[in-house]
T-cell receptor, first 114, second 113 residues
Framework: NAGVMQNPRHLVRRRGQEARLRCSPM?????VYWYRQLPEEGLKFMVY????????ESGMPKERFSAEFPKEGPSILRIQQVVRGDSAAYFC????????????FGPGTRLLVL | GESVGLHLPTLSVQEGDNSIINCAYS??????FIWYKQESGKGPQFIID?????DKRQGQRVTVLLNKTVKHLSLQIAATQPGDSAVYFC????????????FGPGTRLSVLP
């Protein structure tokens, strides 16, 4: 009964490097969401994907950030040329149906940019 | 901007007492609400949900109340335990189709021995 899986749990990058965060949704879920959380703050929506499709990326920064959810394999959130301001916890959630349904969260990836 | 907010950023309660965490929302079209619990270093965990056609829903030791008239949501935890210490978030989903959940900033619940 595996839940949402994310890896790595912790990621350290130097400024200018690339960060790749992975998310495997719950079994039977085909809808994936990425959120960012700064310390002591709430969750900010970034992007919503279904298999092979980006449905809503309205919360995604226009530059350096991209996301995909291929037909096979996990969803990936990619941050190019990271800056210190990218340091945050990134959470993935999944749902069985669309975003009007309950979302279940993974444990998150904590990104630290030095 | 944010349409979901919380009245109290922190709440301290004595072990065994009942806890009430409040949430105000501004979108009267929202029709689905969820409470999440987030322990330190972990992802948000689903606690309980409620749809707008209900005003109360009970789970194990938790009750969610929805007052659509004043756009207010609350989470009640009975006989609060040390394991209940966490940050609690409310989230709303506007019934406009194609909208994302909006999360409040969270309330930190501290259970005192």
């Amino acid at each position: 009964n595996a839940g949402v899986m994310q890896n790595p749990r912790h990621l350290v990058r130097r400024r200018g490097q690339e960060a790749r965060l992975r998310c495997s949704p719950m079994k039977g879920h085909s809808h994936v969401y990425w959120y960012r959380q700064l310390p002591e703050e709430g969750l900010k929506f970034m992007v919503y994907l279904q298999k092979e499709n980006i449905i809503d990326e309205s919360g995604m920064p226009k530059e350096r950030f991209s996301a995909e959810f291929p037909k096979e394999g996990p969803s990936i959130l990619r941050i190019q040329q990271v800056v210190r301001g990218d340091s945050a916890a990134y959470f993935c959630a999944s749902s069985q149906q669309g975003r009007e349904e309950t979302q279940y969260f993974g444990p998150g990836t904590r990104l630290l940019v030095l | 901007g944010e349409s979901v907010g919380l009245h109290l950023p922190t709440l301290s309660v004595q072990e065994g007492d009942n806890s009430i965490i409040n949430c105000a929302y501004s979108n009267s079209a929202s029709d689905y609400f969820i409470w999440y619990k987030q322990e330190s270093g972990k992802g948000p965990q689903f606690i309980i949900d409620i749809r707008s056609n209900m005003d109360k829903r009970q789970g194990q030791r938790v009750t969610v109340l929805l007052n659509k008239t004043v756009k207010h949501l609350s989470l009640q935890i009975a006989a609060t335990q040390p394991g209940d210490s966490a940050v609690y978030f409310c989230a709303e989903n506007p019934a406009l189709g194609g909208q994302n959940f909006v999360f409040g900033p969270g309330t930190r619940l501290s259970v005192l021995p």
